[in-house]
């Protein structure tokens, strides 16, 4: 199951993109309740999109990114019919990525 | 070595100690990335720390062509929601700082040529702080700060 929904629509020549990646982004900060033991910094730091065969853009994150990422961000150039692609890299070096179609 | 084949050896070199680099710090495809993930700039404690990391200078100009769109009062503060814009000529990254969190540093976006300086997330905010919003453009740096009220601290802590 990849952990990204994406959705692009494209306008007037822009294309809005938005996505939704499930990741929990433990900032390392919180204790898990029942163990007492401090839940290990865990999320998302790098995220690149790219459109036939460009990258568009890449965001680096650190663990202030809300759990459950929201992103969202418009370009130029795209088409319906075009795929975007997000690829995800956290700090456990888990990764995913997932294609998607303009519409 | 005849000279095209010295430099054909060293261009093959360097491409493997820069990749060999890129793989051993997670990043993905390296030559994909337009910015690599700064270790100094997402652990600074304070606001001048990242933004030195980050640009080489804790002094961006003060613009008002950058407009942040947040909560006055944020309900729940494990979730702002962030947008920034910004029509400043040439700009390459949108970079989201929240001042009050342990460490500042929330996000950077690097924009593709054909992307418009726009970019939307959520992020956690510790308390009641300024969202300050940096623009990197034509090798400058440029920012603006809008207070969020938060009324439940969203770090966890």
Redesign the interface.
């Known amino acids: 199951m990849s952990t990204i929904k994406m959705r692009a629509n494209i306008d007037n020549g ?1 294309t809005t993109f938005k996505a939704l990646i499930s990741h929990p982004m433990e ?1 390392g ?2 204790k898990d309740k029942k163990t007492g033991k401090v839940i290990p910094a865990h999320f998302i ?2 995220v ?1 999109c ?1 459109h036939k065969g ?14 459950n ?9 795209g088409a319906a019919g075009d795929t975007i692609k997000l ?5 456990k ?1 888990e ?1 995913d990525s997932s294609e998607v179609t303009i519409k | 070595m005849t000279s095209i084949k010295r430099r054909i050896f060293l261009k093959g070199s360097l491409t493997t100690g820069a990749i060999g680099m890129a793989i051993g710090s ?4 390296p030559r ?7 270790k100094e700039a ?1 652990e600074a404690t304070d606001v001048n720390s990242a933004l030195s990391a980050l640009f080489g200078t804790s002094s961006p100009e003060g613009s008002d062509r950058i407009k942040i769109k947040a909560p006055d009062i944020a309900e729940n503060g ?4 962030i ?1 920034v814009t910004t029509d400043i000529d040439g700009a390459e990254s949108i970079s989201i700082i ?1 001042e009050k ?3 500042p ?12 300086a ?8 510790g308390k009641t702080a300024s969202v300050i919003a940096v623009v990197k453009a034509g090798g400058k740096i440029y920012s603006t700060g809008k207070e969020v009220k938060v009324t439940i601290g ?4």
Do not use: H
Request: proline share 5%.
């Open positions: 822009v900032t900060l919180v730091q790098e690149v790219e460009n990258t568009i853009l890449t965001a680096n994150w650190g663990p202030a990114v809300s759990k990422p929201y992103l969202s961000f418009r370009f130029t150039g690829s995800w890299v956290d700090n070096g990764k | 997670g990043l993905l495809t994909m990335s337009l910015a690599a993930w700064s997402f494990a979730v702002v929601p947008s929240a969190n342990a460490t540093l929330a996000a950077t976006f690097s924009l593709g040529p054909g992307t418009e726009y970019v939307s997330t959520r992020i956690k905010m969203g770090c966890g802590g």
